[in-house]
């Protein structure tokens, strides 16, 4: 399995303009999950899907930032306008379901780092 | 609020075995202690988890003490590419798969 994908490993671009961020989960699972990390407050939650669907969003910093899962293999993390503060490393996690007790593992991309000018 | 607390830093020779130690005094019967790690530019990675046994895989051994209030990550023999970030996390019993709250980690740095 190639694992967590995404793409572009690396973006750069000036304030005010739209980023958009990819992620593909591993094959057949359930959860999907976008963390930011600073060095100001190091790796936190942004939004988390089951089975595609949004499930808490609490960590979404504001209106700029929306996320989307079409399909169970792809999902978008979009900011518009983008601002300098948005610069950090944004990571994909995905993880089975798994039931009867046990917990689960996540299983992280490599990042993406965005910086805006 | 991470519910853990663990040292900012530690050295370890390469070769030897490296022991990061976590304190989760507030942990409850239901809670699960993970241990993620994350290289240089890396996404997170796990290592190993436990609920009270001590448990161990190909990549470390977690030691649980008996009133489960602090345990320790061991690496057996260190190599320069276990330099990294180590995080301890407790997680409730049966989850459901929610998202991990990551505190400031202990950076391990092997040293040749």
């Known amino acids: 399995d190639a694992g967590v994908i995404q793409s572009p490993r690396h973006e750069v671009t000036e304030m005010g303009q739209e980023v958009t961020l990819r992620c593909k989960p591993i094959s057949g699972h359930d959860y999907l999950f976008w963390y930011r990390q600073t060095m100001m407050r190091g790796l936190e939650l942004l939004i988390y899907f089951n089975n595609n669907v949004p499930i808490d969003d609490s960590g979404m910093p504001e209106d700029r930032f929306s996320a989307k899962m079409p399909n169970a293999s792809f999902s978008t993390l979009k900011i518009q306008p983008s601002e300098p503060r948005d610069s950090a490393v944004y990571f994909c996690?995905?993880?089975?379901?798994?039931?009867?007790?046990?917990?689960?593992?996540?299983?992280f991309g490599p990042g993406t780092r965005l910086t805006v000018l | 609020d991470a519910k853990t607390t663990q040292p900012t830093s530690m050295d370890c020779a390469e070769g030897r075995a490296a022991n990061l130690p976590c304190n989760h005094s507030?942990?409850?019967?239901?809670?699960?202690v993970y241990w993620y790690r994350q290289i240089h530019s890396q996404g997170p990675q796990y290592i190993i988890h436990g609920l009270k046994n001590n448990e161990t895989n190909e990549m470390a051994s977690l030691i649980i003490t008996e009133d489960r209030k602090s345990s320790t990550l061991i690496l057996p023999h260190a190599t320069l590419r276990d330099t990294a970030v180590y995080y301890c996390?407790?997680?409730?019993?049966?989850?459901?798969?929610?998202?991990?709250?990551f505190g400031k980690g202990t950076r391990l740095s092997v040293i040749a």
């Open positions: 996390i407790v997680r409730p019993k049966n989850s459901g798969n929610t998202p991990l709250v």
């Open positions: 996690a995905s993880s089975p379901f798994q039931g009867g007790g046990l917990t689960d593992t996540q299983y």
């Open positions: 507030t942990i409850s019967g239901n809670e699960y």
